[in-house]
Nanobody
Framework: QVHLVESGGGLVQAGGSLRLSCAASGSSFSINAMGWYRQAPGKQRELVATITSGGTTNYADSVKGRFTISRDNAKNTVHLQMNSLKPEDTAVYYC????????????????WGQGTQVTVSS
């Protein structure tokens, strides 16, 4: 069982910054990619940013230039630096990991964290 633990959410004023972190724990697994998704009340969950184990990144248009995703492969940890936050960034942010078992078999297991609340005040 691969478990994701998120941290770093909170309340911040518009224009401020937050840094989210997500650590994957377990045994006999390797990461294909990790990412962040968010869900605001009344809206569907949407992609924020992803990063592969090789360092390739992808961002939603709404966060380009403001958010930066990074990873520490050795620690199976991903970070999301969020700058110039806007009220519309308010949402529950979920960490995601796509991984495979070191002993072989299926190559795309997926797990999600429980989410961390980010609230940006006007």
């Amino acid at each position: 069982q691969v478990h994701l633990v998120e941290s770093g959410g909170g309340l911040v004023q518009a224009g401020g910054s937050l840094r989210l972190s997500c650590a994957a724990s377990g045994s006999s697994f390797s990461i294909n990619a990790m990412g962040w998704y968010r869900q605001a009340p009344g809206k569907q969950r949407e992609l924020v940013a992803t990063i592969t184990s090789g360092g390739t990144t992808n961002y939603a248009d709404s966060v380009k230039g403001r958010f930066t995703i990074s990873r520490d492969n050795a620690k199976n940890t991903v970070h999301l630096q969020m700058n110039s936050l806007k009220p519309e960034d308010t949402a529950v942010y979920y960490c995601n990991a796509d991984y495979y078992r070191d002993y072989g078999g299926y190559y795309h297991w997926v797990t999600w964290g429980q989410g961390t609340q980010v609230t940006v005040s006007s």
